[in-house]
């Protein structure tokens, strides 16, 4: 099996490209965003169906235990993983299983609230495992709260989900009240 290629991408697809590695170009799926001619470095998992062998291609070994693990619940395949992938962030993504966020999962293409209430309870326990990087201090019982209090106030989740993630985690003494005005502070600064 293929682990990890470097080269150049030779051409960008919709959520794919072609990674000329050497004189051969791999077609490799991938949630990254890349420039053409650009040099890339993949890890890469292989799956093999009856009819295809794909690539999937991640930047770092976390975001490709990551989709290795979204592969494991029943109803999420490879296309819904890399769609889930590809809309929210890593970190983002891992935080809201680590909390229980279904509300931000859901906001993948594919991804409905019966998916990613399955995605939450098949992952929790696995998220704070070894297999993926992540501290106790982003699981902060206050995000959840900042992102209820922001939407109430009619803001989208998409839009505050990564701004309130970093705020909690820079902050991680305060409580909602206080941490409430910081983001609204933040929001109208951009």
């Known amino acids: 099996?293929?682990?990890?290629?470097?080269?150049?991408?030779?051409?960008?697809?919709?959520?794919?490209?072609?990674?000329?590695?050497?004189?051969?170009?791999?077609?490799?799926?991938t949630p990254e965003t890349f420039a053409l001619k650009a040099p890339a470095n993949l890890w890469?998992?292989?799956?093999?169906?009856?009819?295809?062998?794909?690539?999937?291609?991640?930047?770092?070994i976390a975001a490709q235990n990551l989709f290795n693990q979204l592969t494991t619940v029943s109803?999420?395949?490879?296309?819904v993983a890399?769609?889930?992938?590809a809309t929210i962030k890593t970190d983002t993504l891992m935080t809201a299983i680590a909390t229980g966020d279904a509300k931000t999962i859901a906001t993948a293409p594919g991804v409905g609230k019966k998916v990613a209430e399955k995605i939450i309870v098949e992952l929790k326990n696995k998220i704070g495992g070894g297999n993926f990087d992540f501290g106790a201090d982003n699981t902060s019982?206050?995000?959840?709260?900042?992102l209820a209090a922001l939407e109430s106030l009619g803001y989208r989740r998409m839009d505050i989900i990564d701004m309130a993630q970093k705020l909690v985690s820079n902050n991680p003494?305060?409580?909602?009240?206080?941490?409430?005005?910081?983001a609204l502070k933040e929001i109208s600064g951009k």
């Open 44 to 60: 890469i998992e292989t799956i093999v169906r009856e009819d295809s062998i794909r690539l999937f291609g991640f930047s770092t």
């Open 173 to 182: 003494m305060l409580d909602v009240s206080k941490l409430v005005p910081m």
């Open 141 to 146: 019982g206050a995000l959840p709260d900042l």
């Open 1 to 29: 099996m293929i682990g990890k290629l470097q080269g150049v991408i030779d051409y960008i697809g919709d959520g794919f490209v072609i990674l000329m590695a050497g004189p051969v170009g791999y077609k490799v799926y």
């Open 75 to 79: 109803g999420v395949g490879p296309k």
């Open 82 to 85: 890399l769609a889930i992938m």
